[in-house]
């Protein structure tokens, strides 16, 4: 996570959206392909930039991207929860089903080419995760990758 916000950090800047992380240091390992992870982040801290540009075109007290993450079970089996929430336009209620399709884009042509939730759902099934959005139109989407921790 530290080396996805490293990339994302000077546009995020640029954009005047605060970013706000509330992860644990002690948190359990979890194996994964790096890169592969890095690309999911990346594209989730995308379309969220997108949000909140959209909603917030200037500076704004909730241009704010809160990135958490914490262990919890899942069927009996520990995993990790990363939690990226943001207040910007939201998505539809009758697209949020079609949000990982692959080509399915809410942005207008040439802005989104709708493979970066798909891409990102298939990377974290091959990883034995999930992915779970949460979204209200107009008001707040967010996004969870839940991942196995192997011991």
């Known amino acids: 996570m530290s080396d996805t916000l490293t990339l994302s950090e000077v546009q995020l800047q640029k954009e005047e959206i605060k970013i706000r992380v509330d992860i644990s240091h002690n948190f359990p390992e979890v194996t994964v392909h790096p890169q592969q992870i890095q690309q999911v982040f990346l594209n ?31 069927s009996n089996l520990p995993c990790l929860k990363m939690i990226f ?47 779970i959005i949460h979204s209200i139109e107009g008001e707040f989407t967010e996004v969870a990758v839940i991942l196995p921790i192997l011991k």
């Open 85 to 131: 929430y943001d207040h910007g336009i939201g998505i539809p209620a009758n697209s949020i089903e079609k949000v990982m399709d692959p080509f399915f884009t809410l942005k207008p042509r040439g802005k989104g080419t709708g493979l970066g939730l798909s891409i990102s759902h298939g990377i974290i099934n091959e990883h034995g995760g999930k992915i």
């Open 44 to 74: 989730i801290i995308s379309n969220a930039r997108y949000a909140l540009n959209q909603k917030y075109p200037e500076a704004h007290e909730d241009k704010l991207l809160e990135i958490s993450g914490k262990e919890i079970t899942v």
